[in-house]
């Protein structure tokens, strides 16, 4: 039986939503592996989005926005930059 291949493409964050994951990340104190145990995320993947080098789902945005205690905008942005087709929240990871 041959699979289906899935093809993602790579969306490239804008450059201050890391910036401002990490301030966020300060300010509540907490490091990278504490943020991604709380969020239930690899601390890879934290790293990675605060780098600027991934974006997030949805899921793992509404995450990190509830461990990082964000405020109103800071949540707008990260939501604004999320993806709702890859990660948790990609379609055929709900259906399964």
């Given at each position: 039986m041959a699979s289906k291949a899935r093809i993602r493409i790579?969306?490239?964050?804008?450059?201050?939503l890391g910036r401002m994951l990490a301030a966020a990340r300060e300010r509540t104190g907490y490091t990278q592996r504490r943020?991604?145990?709380?969020?239930g995320l690899?601390?890879?993947?934290?790293?990675?989005?605060?780098?600027?080098?991934?974006?997030?789902?949805?899921?793992?945005?509404?995450?990190?926005?509830?461990?990082?205690?964000?405020?109103?905008e800071?949540?707008?942005q990260l939501y604004a930059a999320a993806v709702t087709d890859a990660g948790y929240?990609?379609?055929?990871?709900?259906?399964?």
């Open positions: 790579r969306r490239t964050p804008p450059a201050e943020v991604s145990i709380a969020a690899g601390r890879s993947y934290v790293c990675l989005i605060e780098g600027g080098h991934r974006t997030p789902s949805r899921a793992a945005a509404e995450r990190l926005a509830d461990v990082l205690q964000l405020t109103s800071e949540r707008t929240s990609h379609p055929a990871r709900r259906a399964a």
